[in-house]
C-alpha cells in the first residue's frame, strides 16, 4: 500500500529537528513531524512545587497549547480543554521518566510545547522535541557547573500508529488520523522500556495480532527517533 503522501506503511514522515530555535531559551528545538510542526523550550528555574521543597528531589511539567492558525480553523488563544489538559500531563510523565530527579536536585524544567502547524501527532512530535530541548538545556546546566551531573538516565520518544484503510501504519498524519478504525499512541525509551500505551478502537475493534504488529511498528519508528534526538543532542 502505498499512502496519501506516497510513504510505505512502515515509512516516518520526514523528521526535521532545528535546535536551539529560540535563542533565549535554555535548551529550544523546532521539530517537523510531516507537516505538524511544534516549538518547544525549557526553561529550569530554582524552585519546585510545595509538594517537594526541602525533598532534594526536582520537578518536570509540561505545558501543551495550539497556536490559533495551526489548524484550518481558527483556535482560540490560550484555550484550556480537557484534551489540552491530557496531553499536557502525558507529556510531563514521559519527560519524568527519564530524569533522575534526584540528581536534578531541588529545580523545576519547564518544558513548553506550542503546535505552529498541525498535521496529525501533535502529542507525539511534543514528546519527541520536548526530550530534546530538556536535555539540552541540562546539558547546558552541567556545562555551566550549576548541576553536577546531566540527570538523563536515558531518551524519550513517541509515535503514533493505527489501522487505516485496513492498513496498520506508522506516524500517521492528520487525514490518516481522522479516518482510523484504531488508533495508537505510543511512548518509549531509547533503550526500548514501554512509558505508555494509549490505544483506542475508534471504528472497529482490533486484534492481538494487530495490536503487536503495530507496537512492532512504533518500536521501529522510535529507534529512528532516538538516532535523530542523539545527533540533535550530540550524545
Request: with cysteine; proline share 2%.
Amino acid at each position: 500500500m502505498t499512502r496519501v503522501d506516497g510513504r510505505q506503511p512502515d515509512q516516518l514522515r520526514k523528521i526535521k529537528v532545528t535546535k536551539n530555535y529560540v535563542k533565549s531559551a535554555l535548551g529550544s528545538c523546532l521539530i517537523e513531524f510531516g507537516g505538524t510542526r511544534v516549538l518547544c523550550t525549557a526553561v529550569v528555574d530554582e524552585n519546585v512545587p510545595m509538594f517537594l521543597k526541602n525533598s532534594g528531589t526536582g520537578w518536570v511539567t509540561a505545558e501543551y497549547g495550539m497556536l490559533p492558525a495551526s489548524c484550518s480553523s481558527r483556535v482560540r488563544r490560550n484555550a484550556s480543554s480537557g484534551r489540552t489538559y491530557e496531553i499536557q500531563r502525558l507529556i510531563g510523565r514521559s519527560l519524568r521518566a527519564v530524569v533522575d530527579r534526584a540528581a536534578l536536585g531541588e529545580r523545576t524544567a519547564h518544558i513548553d510545547c506550542d503546535v505552529i502547524q498541525a498535521d496529525g501527532g501533535t502529542r507525539t512530535a511534543s514528546i519527541t522535541g520536548g526530550y530534546i530541548a530538556l536535555a539540552l538545556a541540562l546539558k547546558a546546566l552541567t556545562k555551566q557547573k550549576v548541576i553536577p551531573a546531566l540527570p538523563l538516565t536515558d531518551s524519550v520518544a513517541a509515535v503514533s500508529v493505527g489501522i487505516s484503510g485496513g492498513a496498520l501504519l506508522l506516524d500517521l498524519n492528520y487525514e490518516e488520523d481522522v479516518s482510523a478504525a484504531t488508533d495508537m499512541n505510543v511512548v518509549m525509551t531509547g533503550r526500548g522500556g514501554f512509558v505508555e500505551i494509549q490505544a483506542t478502537a475508534e471504528k472497529k475493534t482490533f486484534t492481538k495480532r494487530q495490536s503487536d504488529t503495530l507496537l512492532g511498528l512504533a518500536h521501529q519508528g522510535i529507534r529512528e527517533l532516538t538516532r535523530i534526538q542523539k545527533k540533535a543532542v550530540g550524545f
